[in-house]
């Protein structure tokens, strides 16, 4: 079997707002060291919000790590206090200005466990309604439009749409859809 490893030090490298890194010691089974580059991510939420024609909703916006626009599917942090499906109500509400009647959680994956402890709460939500225009942070800055469900998933097959939590959700989505 696999065994944990055990954690002999860590040293903090960085503190943001979103992350923290660090630089850990760890002791493999057979008593060797080695170290392990730690990213420490906030939980975040996501939301596959699909309205009554069969549309998805999506947002695109600039990404800088990537130096890219990306089409996503809302999402955001899980802020302290709140819970994911909280987290996922107010990203689609601030993203879109939608909201949604039923909601139900189709999988919370690990966003990149080689290096990162993210984890991604992504919701399927239906019943959808405009309620108010979008509601963005300071600094955000983001579209969105509504795409058939076909459309999305041809997206995802062709290479399109490269968005890790946005492949996943629009995947879980038409799995249980066709399940």
Partial sequence: GVNQLKTISRQ?????????????EVELEDGRRTTREVVSHKQAAAVVAVDDDRKMLLVTQFRYPVHAAIREIPAGLVDGGETPLEAAKREL????????QEWSLLTSPYSSPGSHDEVIHIFAASGLKRVSGQNLDEFEELTFDTVPLDEALGKVKNGEIRDGKTIIGILMYWARQNG
Wanted: aromatic fraction near 14%.
């Fill in 93 to 100: 509400k601030e993203e879109t200005g939608y909201e949604a």
């Fill in 12 to 24: 903090n490298v960085y503190s943001g707002k979103i992350i923290k890194v660090y630089n850990d």
